[in-house]
């Protein structure tokens, strides 16, 4: 391999695999009893553990045709005044389980959080503050589309307390703008950072999508440098997740132009990775760029960042709580989500129930794996000899199959026996979710359609 260039030795090693967002996988959730949800909610309650809470709003003014999260289009603002009712009876029903754990960070996103107008904002942020038990200090951060932000909602978000924003670009060309249905001018991203500074936002992150139709390592380029030039915190780049037989709106996306393969994929991640570095950012995980003595800078130098449905974030609490439509909440012991149809979701809190669909209860063994493939999804490296202190086993002897299939993947990753650690490469880092693979027991039993490309 090594007479490759970099681009295609990433696109040879490249597979398809779960974003290690969380693990197992939300593939491999399954029924759970609402009882089993309820003791663990109250657990976090009991134990007064910190949480984070995380809040979906699923409605979007239109549809992206590449979009892959849950969404549901609608210029109908006042769906969303009856949406944030409804979370008040979920919060209602959630708070006497909960209510004596602090909430550590409130996190909205989406869907397009920003589709509440500001009275609908500061009736969801009351209803948090009266049913749960904020800590003082708790993060506040909100998803916000560009194209849809009003003035407003940023004071009103600033009066709520908020200082982090998370803004969609994923592209600036035109043509590729046509081919994802998604029409943004840099004017109007640059008008919301500048706007959201202003109001006393101290943390912007950007994100941004490669792999996408009709991008050039020339178009990609400009983005990058006009994405460079706001100055965001952290700038999240997502690799374009294909994959029409789950979400058959990307159809669109695939008439619109040739999706790429891995090669160009490939090349487009490597010009972003030597763009950011030039610009004198931090490379942080697998696909997430920090500027220096930002706050998700910090996190990743004290090994204090985590991995979870969010994306890359600084660990705040061990335990999310999600609400809403599709929501996924997680503890170190369970996952589970929400249901994912609107009207199944309101049904379960009309009946007094919680609005539970699918979930996973880990054992030992998964607890082990995924504190592994945390740290490896964070750090590029694992201590495995912390890993046998904290699951009490020794970790030579319970991953000896897995190490000794590392060996295969011997240009992406290493175990150092005697530092016994294992080591992503530099390749390697860039395919982590490879590596995670092999530690991964339930990957193997599944269709690999199910996930995106590694690269
Ligand atoms: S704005 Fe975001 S969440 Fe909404 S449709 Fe577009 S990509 Fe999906």
Same mark, same amino acid.
């Given at each position: 391999?090594?007479?490759?260039?970099?681009?295609?030795?990433?696109?040879?090693?490249?597979?398809?695999?779960?974003?290690?967002?969380?693990?197992?996988?939300?593939?491999?959730?399954?029924?759970?009893?609402?009882?089993?949800?309820?003791?663990?909610?109250?657990?976090?309650?009991?134990?007064?553990?910190?949480?984070?809470?995380?809040?979906?709003?699923?409605?979007?003014?239109?549809?992206?045709?590449?979009?892959?999260?849950?969404?549901?289009?609608?210029?109908?603002?006042?769906?969303?005044?009856?949406?944030?009712?409804?979370?008040?009876?979920?919060?209602?029903?959630?708070?006497?389980?909960?209510?004596?754990?602090?909430?550590?960070?409130?996190?909205?996103?989406?869907?397009?959080?920003?589709?509440?107008?500001?009275?609908?904002?500061?009736?969801?942020?009351?209803?948090?503050?009266?049913?749960?038990?904020?800590?003082?200090?708790?993060?506040?951060?909100?998803?916000?589309?560009?194209?849809?932000?009003?003035?407003?909602?940023?004071?009103?978000?600033?009066?709520?307390?908020?200082?982090?924003?998370?803004?969609?670009?994923?592209?600036?060309?035109?043509?590729?703008?046509?081919?994802?249905?998604?029409?943004?001018?840099?004017?109007?991203?640059?008008?919301?950072?500048?706007?959201?500074?202003?109001?006393?936002?101290?943390?912007?992150?950007?994100?941004?999508?490669?792999?996408?139709?009709?991008?050039?390592?020339?178009?990609?380029?400009?983005?990058?440098?006009?994405?460079?030039?706001?100055?965001?915190?952290?700038?999240?780049?997502?690799?374009?997740?294909?994959?029409?037989?789950?979400?058959?709106?990307?159809?669109?996306?695939?008439?619109?132009?040739?999706? =790429?393969?891995?090669?160009?994929?490939?090349? %487009?991640?490597?010009?972003?990775? #030597? @763009?950011? $570095?030039?610009? !004198?950012? /931090?490379?942080?995980?697998?696909?997430?760029?920090?500027?220096?003595?930002?706050?998700?800078?910090?996190?990743?130098?004290?090994?204090?960042?985590?991995?979870?449905?969010?994306?890359?974030?600084?660990?705040?609490?061990?335990?999310?709580?999600?609400?809403?439509?599709?929501?996924?909440?997680?503890?170190?012991?369970?996952?589970?989500?929400?249901?994912?149809?609107?009207?199944?979701?309101?049904?379960?809190?009309?009946?007094?129930? =919680?609005?539970?669909?699918?979930?996973?209860? %880990?054992?030992?063994?998964?607890? #082990? @794996?995924? $504190?592994?493939? !945390?740290? /490896?999804?964070?750090?590029?490296?694992?201590d495995l000899g912390r890993i046998g202190r904290?699951?009490?086993?020794?970790p030579?002897?319970?991953?000896?199959?897995?190490?000794?299939?590392?060996?295969?993947?011997?240009?992406?990753?290493?175990?150092?026996?005697?530092a016994r650690a294992?080591?992503?490469?530099?390749?390697?880092?860039?395919?982590?979710?490879?590596?995670?693979?092999?530690?991964?027991?339930?990957?193997?039993?599944?269709?690999?359609?199910?996930?995106?490309?590694?690269?």
């Amino acid at each position: 391999m090594e007479h490759l260039d970099p681009a295609a030795r990433l696109a040879h090693w490249s597979s398809r695999g779960p974003r290690y967002t969380s693990y197992p996988s939300a593939n491999e959730f399954g029924p759970i009893a609402g009882d089993r949800v309820r003791r663990e909610v109250g657990a976090l309650g009991a134990d007064r553990e910190p949480v984070s809470l995380y809040v979906h709003v699923p409605f979007c003014r239109s549809l992206c045709a590449y979009c892959g999260c849950n969404v549901i289009p609608t210029r109908d603002a006042s769906r969303g005044v009856g949406y944030v009712d409804d979370l008040a009876t979920e919060m209602a029903l959630l708070s006497g389980l909960v209510a004596t754990a602090p909430i550590t960070e409130i996190a909205l996103g989406g869907g397009s959080p920003n589709f509440l107008a500001p009275p609908a904002m500061r009736t969801l942020v009351g209803a948090i503050e009266r049913y749960f038990r904020v800590a003082p200090g708790a993060r506040r951060s909100i998803e916000l589309d560009p194209r849809q932000t009003t003035s407003a909602q940023i004071e009103a978000l600033a009066d709520l307390r908020f200082t982090a924003v998370s803004l969609g670009v994923q592209d600036f060309a035109e043509s590729v703008q046509d081919a994802i249905r998604r029409h943004q001018s840099a004017e109007q991203t640059r008008w919301l950072v500048e706007r959201s500074r202003a109001a006393g936002f101290d943390d912007v992150n950007v994100d941004i999508v490669y792999g996408l139709p009709r991008q050039t390592e020339a178009s990609f380029a400009e983005t990058l440098d006009q994405v460079i030039e706001l100055q965001p915190d952290r700038v999240a780049l997502f690799g374009y997740a294909h994959l029409p037989s789950k979400l058959p709106h990307q159809l669109l996306v695939e008439r619109a132009g040739r999706i =790429l393969d891995n090669y160009e994929r490939a090349s %487009l991640l490597l010009l972003a990775i #030597a @763009r950011f $570095a030039e610009a !004198g950012y /931090l490379h942080l995980g697998l696909d997430h760029f920090a500027r220096p003595g930002s706050r998700l800078a910090r996190a990743a130098a004290e090994q204090r960042m985590v991995r979870s449905f969010q994306g890359y974030t600084e660990h705040r609490a061990d335990a999310i709580l999600g609400l809403g439509v599709s929501a996924i909440s997680s503890t170190q012991r369970m996952h589970w989500q929400h249901h994912t149809e609107l009207a199944d979701w309101r049904a379960a809190l009309a009946a007094g129930r =919680l609005p539970v669909e699918r979930g996973f209860v %880990l054992d030992e063994d998964d607890r #082990a @794996r995924a $504190a592994l493939i !945390g740290r /490896l999804m964070c750090d590029g490296t694992v201590d495995l000899g912390r890993i046998g202190r904290e699951c009490g086993l020794d970790p030579e002897v319970y991953f000896a199959r897995e190490l000794a299939a590392l060996a295969e993947l011997g240009e992406l990753a290493a175990y150092d026996r005697g530092a016994r650690a294992i080591r992503t490469t530099e390749l390697g880092r860039l395919l982590v979710r490879n590596v995670c693979m092999v530690f991964d027991r339930y990957h193997a039993q599944r269709a690999s359609a199910l996930h995106s490309s590694t690269i």
